[in-house]
């Protein structure tokens, strides 16, 4: 279950890795918004993830999402990561908070 583009990283247990949505930069008036307005993005993308957890028997707890959904995450947490010059996050698969169901 891993992204063709993450053939050397792939998440261990029940860890997300996800690309934030860009912000912003015009408001809907059209104004150029500044770097601080922009407001810090709660929208990504999952790009790889990892095999899942084990329970207290020793069995696999599935992951509750897949590669290519939109999930929303938390204002405050996860690991910054950076891979082939671009910044990516690392999320327990709990700490996601939604994904989008098209």
Known sequence: MQCFAF???LPMFDRVLVERLAAETMSKGGI????????K???ATVVAV????????GYLTPMSVKIGEKVLLPEYGGTKVHLED???FLFRDADILGK???
């Open 7 to 9: 053939r050397k990283f």
């Open 32 to 39: 150029m918004l500044p770097e601080k307005a922009q407001g």
């Open 41 to 43: 993005v709660l929208q």
């Open 50 to 57: 990892g095999p899942g957890s084990t329970n207290q028997k």
């Open 86 to 88: 671009k910044e990516y």
């Open 100 to 102: 989008y169901v098209e």
